[in-house]
């Protein structure tokens, strides 16, 4: 058996190091020690955007980039999708396991029984503009959601922390609807314990004047397997937010909040947004080569395709692009389908996106789903935030319990001026 080491030389002193391999890595403290004199602070890793850097242990998402797999504490993401559900699958990235009977009966109550907020939080959310942007709102939101729970804070009581993440999953939706309902200068529609989690999102969205919205129980389907699709992905942009954050002991609540900002961007949950502006900037297929030539030349990107991660097919694009289909059969397809689908067509047999192994990734078909069900563009990441906020919550509690996790600080390496002394007014 060959020894699971790295041995390296420093040409600058012709010292010999060996440093232990495991898991596929070598301690970054370690090369600390590579030093040239005793007064060398010690060699560091240069890593902007940690493109190769692994930030901690965790056992909750498995992803194969190259082979296009996704596990979700070790259950394929398709198996996911096909036999289980949001408030499940919640369940089993937050514990591990899946539940038995009376345990997911017990925690679907306790999200069932969360899903009001204070009244004082609706005023709140009624100061925004009438047509915010409902991210904004629910950034915003989040924050102060946090204010209504002092206790939550204490993130080192087990019994608090499991309290806050049922609060957070239970109110996401509540608070992402009555987001929608703001910017949409509508009434807000209080939440009906007596639906699934996503049938009441879609009753706090679409209820008008009937006494009672039940939803269509394809599209609640549709949209609790997208919420299934979007619950966790490792060490994603947001979710390592999540964990810097909630590294410096913040409440859950201001955590979450700081997690979708970083979702927002349009390179990460702002994605499915950016898909639907460039299909309507491309407008028709004859336009399609016309744009392709742009990314090709840097001016654009292919939004929706690309993966820092899959080198090959995003498990989730697949599933996504079949639910598509399904909903379409409800709603009427959505014509920006044809054109998505002639685009990932042509991009696949193109040698800059083969090359770069680019492929649809979660957020090339959702958008289209997403407005056939009548959700304006500015809605998309606040689903994606629905689903996600499992994830974050599962992966911050993994590291508030994992021992070799401390306080997020990174290093830099400077590049600005050498001390210098002020210089006064009159002798600029
Ligand atoms: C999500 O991390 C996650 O898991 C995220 C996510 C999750 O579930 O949390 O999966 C959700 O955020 C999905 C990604 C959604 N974003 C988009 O669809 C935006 C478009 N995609 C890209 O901007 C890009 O692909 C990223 C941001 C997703 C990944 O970027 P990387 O890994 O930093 O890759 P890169 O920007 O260094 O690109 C490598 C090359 C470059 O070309 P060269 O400089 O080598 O010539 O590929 C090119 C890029 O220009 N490229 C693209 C492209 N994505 C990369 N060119 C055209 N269109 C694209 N979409």
Request: proline content about 5%; overall charge neutral; some cysteine.
């Amino acid at each position: 058996m060959s020894k699971q080491t790295l041995t390296v030389t420093d040409n600058r002193t012709g010292k010999t190091y060996e440093f232990p391999i495991k898991d596929g890595t070598i301690n970054a403290m370690d090369i600390r020690n590579i030093k040239v004199d005793d007064n060398d602070f010690g060699l560091m890793s240069y890593d902007p955007a940690y493109q190769n850097t692994a930030s901690c242990r965790s056992s909750i998402t498995y992803i194969d980039g190259d082979k296009g797999i996704l596990l979700y504490r070790g259950y394929p993401i398709e198996q996911l999708a096909e036999h289980s559900n949001f408030v499940e699958v919640a369940y089993l990235l937050l514990n591990g396991e899946l539940p038995g009977k009376d345990q997911y009966e017990k925690f679907r109550h306790e999200v069932t029984v969360h899903t009001f907020v204070h009244e004082n939080l609706k005023k709140f959310m009624e100061g925004f503009r009438y047509d915010a942007n409902p991210m904004g709102i629910l950034i915003g939101t989040l924050g102060a959601l946090g204010t209504f729970y002092p206790n939550a804070i204490n993130v080192n009581d087990a019994g608090e922390r499991r309290l806050n993440v049922i609060r957070l999953i239970a109110k996401m939706p509540t608070i992402a609807a009555w987001a929608y309902r703001q910017s949409m200068g509508m009434p807000y529609v209080y939440p009906d314990n007596e639906l699934s989690l996503a049938g009441n999102f879609l009753a706090m969205i679409k209820r008008i004047a009937e006494h009672r919205y039940i939803p269509n129980p394809k599209l609640e389907r549709a949209l609790d397997v997208l919420f299934i699709l979007h619950a966790d992905h490792e060490q994603n942009c947001s979710t390592s937010v999540m964990r810097g954050a909630g590294s410096s002991l913040t409440d859950p609540y201001s955590a979450v909040a700081a997690a979708t900002a970083a979702l927002y961007g349009p390179l990460h949950g702002g994605a499915n947004a950016e898909v639907l502006h460039m299909l309507d900037e491309i407008g028709s297929r004859d336009r399609i080569p016309e744009f392709i030539a742009k990314c090709k030349e840097g001016k654009a990107r292919l939004m929706g395709f690309g993966h820092r991660v899959y080198k090959n097919f995003d498990p989730r694009s697949r599933i996504i692009q079949k639910l598509a289909h399904e909903v379409f059969e409800i709603t009427g397809s959505n014509p920006k389908l044809d054109l998505a689908l002639e685009i990932e067509k042509i991009a696949l047999q193109d040698e800059y996106f083969i090359k770069r192994k680019l492929y649809p990734n979660v957020d090339f078909y959702s958008g289209l789903i997403y407005q056939a069900m009548g959700f304006p563009v500015g809605m998309f990441p606040v689903l994606f935030a629905i689903g996600r906020v499992v994830g974050w919550l599962a992966q911050w509690q993994e590291m508030l319990n994992d021992k070799e996790q401390k306080i997020a600080r990174p290093r830099q390496i400077y590049t600005g001026a050498a001390s210098r002394d002020f210089v006064p007014m009159n002798r600029r």
